[in-house]
């Protein structure tokens, strides 16, 4: 039974039910019946009475097999039940009051990270794994039946599972008769959707999809309608990997094999929960999109999750190849030669890759305002691209070096492709901001070289050695004119289109993700040079280097970059 407080209700005066419940507000409806706020007279406390009308005979059959079922259990995850009566109007479940939100509502709000879900499947398999010791199979395991308590560490518990309005007693004569669905479809197991008796293998199919689903932010069952879902229930679901290539690869195979189609094939319950448990720590930790995660400490002071051993090794070489270019071409005697700072910021990276990667930029900005070198406006530009890359990317310290990669497709020519790059990202923030941080480090680079890498610098722009030994020369004619002269548009367009990759290249089909990426590319293209062609720089609008090449070079890296994880 859904027992959030959204919305209430007031109940007609002084109703006692029971003789001993007052009901005093509405609080939802679930599983065939009204659920209430009551105050138990007998023993001063708030609960929650479902009420189920005795109109219906089936209807009433249903609520007393839901109080046989909910009285055999009892474990933190699952809401106790505490009583179960009738009058000649009504049965009547009464239950403990959870007062939160459902796992349907923090996900609709994107308000749970990865850890937070994580931890939910880690409880609801704990909660479900009682259940059918106990011979209950739920039947309707779905995100609105899972409530989440405002106060997870007043003893609440993480989750509390509810609605066993249709769960079955295993041994006890059938609740329906074969060929009598019931359940939600978007969540049902096949063999359930197709009236066959199911087990707990239909519970775990149910609890697998809601954690699919909370972390791809896609139910790959639900259409458009009744029907359109109907048709995809059996269908073998696209691989979680596919949607978020960041998570860890044993548990996206784990939950793939809980959602296989046949229920001999599928793994068991505590197999799914040994692959969230291991996943747990790992996790990202990132807030939602809406609002900090509400199961955040739970259990205690929770460590940041771990960066993967090949992330820190990507980064490293990142950042050693930044730092080594960078000692070689910012200024005159640097302190290790390129060959020595680079691996040197490369290991530190590794090791730690947020604190190295701030020691190796802090360590350059040192040296460029050092008296033997003083170069303060070089200093200036490099912490002008170095602070909103670790603002925009604070969560996704290995990325923080890859928008140097940008200036070095300019080099080539190619500076167009980059948002295909960026668009490779997991998370739809950190694609955006690596779309934008690309451009902005691009025209940095060419306000620090004077070569012409996209657009060129823009009007106002003085040359290098006007500037480069004021940090307040550097922000009037080097960053300023930047900010000034409309080129910051370029950075929103390769955002959105970094965020809109994706989703018309998602690796289903080769054919699809040519046509898509087609279309992407050749709508970046248009969008680039209309954009460009709203500037006035010294009379007339600039032209893109490299323009037409860079988006042929973009559509082709997004469907080489699906076919590299094993996409179409």
């Known amino acids: 039974m859904v027992q959030t407080a959204d919305h209430p209700t007031r109940a007609a005066p002084a109703e006692v039910v029971l003789g001993r419940y007052r009901l005093v507000r509405r609080l939802g409806a679930g599983g065939f019946g009204v659920v209430w ?17 005795m109109h219906d005979p089936a209807t009433a059959a249903r609520a007393e ?24 109007e009504a049965v009547y479940l009464v239950s403990e009051l959870v007062r939160g939100r459902t796992l349907a509502e923090l996900m609709e709000d994107g308000e749970l990270s990865d850890r937070d879900v994580l931890r939910v499947g880690v409880a609801l398999c704990d909660a479900l794994a009682h259940a059918h010791k106990r011979g209950v199979i739920h039947r309707d395991v779905k995100p609105g039946n899972v409530i989440v308590p405002d106060h997870p560490n007043e003893g609440a518990g993480v989750v509390k599972l509810t609605d066993f309005g249709i769960a079955r007693v295993v041994g006890d004569d059938a609740l329906t008769l074969t060929g009598d669905v019931v359940g939600t479809l978007a969540y049902m197991a096949p063999e359930q959707a197709e009236g066959r008796e199911v087990d707990a293998s239909a519970d775990l199919y149910a609890l697998a999809l809601v954690v699919y689903e909370a972390l791809s932010g896609v139910n ?67 807030q939602g999109t809406i609002a900090g995660s509400p199961l955040e400490g739970l259990g205690g002071p929770v460590a940041r999750a771990p960066v993967r051993p090949r992330a820190r090794l ?41 604190l190295g990667w701030l ?40 990325l923080w070096s890859v928008p140097a990669a940008a200036p070095v497709l300019g080099v080539a020519g190619l500076a167009g492709a980059w948002p295909a790059l960026a668009g490779q990202a997991a998370r739809p923030w950190s694609r955006a901001a690596l779309g934008a941080l690309g451009f902005w480090w691009l025209a940095l680079a060419e306000a620090l070289t004077g070569d012409r890498l996209a657009l060129g610098a823009t009007p106002g722009t003085a040359a290098r050695p006007a500037w480069e030994a004021s940090a307040a020369g550097a922000l009037q004619h080097a960053v300023w ?38 279309v992407w590319a050749a709508g970046l293209g248009s969008a680039s040079q209309a954009l460009v062609a709203t500037l006035h720089w010294n009379g007339g609008a600039p032209s893109m280097r490299g323009l037409v090449a860079g988006a042929v070079a973009a559509g082709g890296l997004a469907v080489a970059a699906q076919a590299s994880r094993g996409g179409a």
């Open 37 to 53: 706020l009551a105050h138990d007279e007998r023993l001063d406390r708030a609960v929650a009475v479902k009420r189920v009308p």
């Open 65 to 88: 097999r839901e109080a046989i079922a909910a009285a055999r259990l009892s474990h933190p995850a699952i809401v106790a039940l505490y009583e179960a009566g009738r009058d000649d």
């Open 220 to 286: 790959p069952v639900r259409g458009r309608g009744a029907a359109s879902t109907a048709r995809r229930v059996g269908a073998r679901l696209p691989p979680l990997g596919r949607l978020r290539r960041d998570l860890d690869p044993t548990l996206c195979a784990a939950l793939d094999r809980a959602v296989l189609p046949r229920p001999e094939q599928r793994a068991r319950l505590g197999d799914l929960r040994a692959a969230l448990a291991d996943a747990l720590p790992r996790a990202d930790d990132a």
């Open 314 to 354: 990507l980064a490293g070489l990142g950042a050693g190849a930044l730092t080594a270019a960078a000692v070689a071409w910012l200024g005159p005697h640097p302190p290790l030669q390129p060959l020595a700072a680079g691996p040197l910021a490369a290991l530190a990276v590794a090791a730690l890759p947020r």
């Open 359 to 398: 020691a190796a930029a802090g360590a350059v900005l040192a040296w460029l305002l050092g008296g033997s070198v003083g170069l303060a406006g070089v200093a200036a530009l490099v912490a002008v691209a170095a602070v909103p890359t670790v603002l925009l990317l604070r969560s996704a310290p290995t």
């Open 481 to 518: 004119p930047l900010l000034s002269g409309g080129a910051l548009a370029v950075a929103a367009l390769w955002a959105a289109a970094a965020i809109v990759l994706p989703i018309l290249v998602r690796g289903r089909a080769f054919a699809l993700d040519l046509v898509g990426a087609t």
